[in-house]
C-alpha cells in the first residue's frame, strides 16, 4: 500500500474541485421534489459540471453508466440513474457526485428528504450527519485510520443503528480511489487482512463516507452490479465530505 500525500498546491486543486461537488449537490438537493426522475437529477449533475469546466468522474469509472449516484431508501449507494425511477413524497435520496478539475478529485454525498418523511427517516439523516462530523473530528495527526470508523461506529451504534462494512471510504487525489481504505468502524475488533491501520500524517486527503442502515449492516448487490440495498430492507443514509490534513489541522474541501 502507497499512500499518496499531497502538497499545498495539491490540495488547492482539489480544494477548487471539492467548490465545484459542493455548488452542484447545492442545486442537486433544490431539484429532489416528488415527480422528477433519478435521470433527470443526472442530466442536472452532468450538465453543471461541464459548465464548470469539469468532468464527472463516477461516469465510465468501471463502467458505471453515469455522473450521479441516486440510490433511494433502502438503497445504499452506487444506484443507477433511471427515467423510471421516479422521487415520491417520503421517500430517502441518496446523491453521491464526484468530478475531476484541473486533474483532481472531489467526491461528496448527502441524504435528503424528499417531501415529508418519516420521523424514523429524520433520525436516520440526523445521525448519519452527525456520525460524518464525529469521523472528521478524529482526523488528527498522530492518530490512526481506525480512529475514524471508531468515531462513527461508536456514535451510531448506541442509537440503535449500524455501519456498513461492505462499502468504506478512501483516499483520493488524482484518482477516485487511493489509499488507504478508510472504513466507519473500528476495524482493531474486526480484523480484516485488506485493512492497513496507517497514522494520520499532513498531507493526507481522505473521502470520509459514513453508511449507516436503521437495521443490521448486510447489503446486496442487485443483479445491476452496482446498486447496493439493505439485506433486511430497512433505511440507508450516506454523507460523505473530502478532508485535507494540513500542518494546519484539517479541511473539509467540499463543504
Known sequence: MSVELKSTAEIGYMRDAGRIVREIL???QKAVAPGISTLELDRIADDLTYKKGAKPVFKGYRGFPASLCTSLNHEVVHGIPNKKRV?????????????????????????????????????LIAATRESLQKGIAAIREGNRVSDIGAAVQGYV????YSVVRKFV????????????????????????????NVRLRPGMVLAVEPMVNAGAPDVEVLAD?????????????????????????????TA
Open 26 to 28: 447545492v442545486e442537486l
Open 87 to 123: 422521487l415520491r413524497e417520503g421517500d430517502l435520496m441518496k446523491l453521491d457526485f464526484g468530478v475531476v478539475y484541473r486533474g483532481y478529485v472531489g467526491d461528496s454525498a448527502v441524504t435528503v428528504p424528499v417531501g415529508k418523511v418519516s420521523d424514523e427517516a429524520l433520525r
Open 157 to 160: 451504534e448506541p442509537l440503535g
Open 169 to 196: 471510504g478512501h483516499g483520493v487525489g488524482r484518482a477516485l480511489h487511493e489509499d488507504p481504505k478508510v472504513p466507519n468502524y473500528d476495524f482493531t475488533r474486526e480484523p480484516n487482512e485488506n485493512l492497513t
Open 225 to 253: 452490479g452496482w446498486t447496493a440495498i439493505t439485506a433486511d430492507g430497512k433505511l440507508s443514509a450516506h454523507f460523505e465530505h473530502t478532508i485535507a490534513l494540513t500542518d494546519q489541522g484539517t479541511e473539509v474541501l
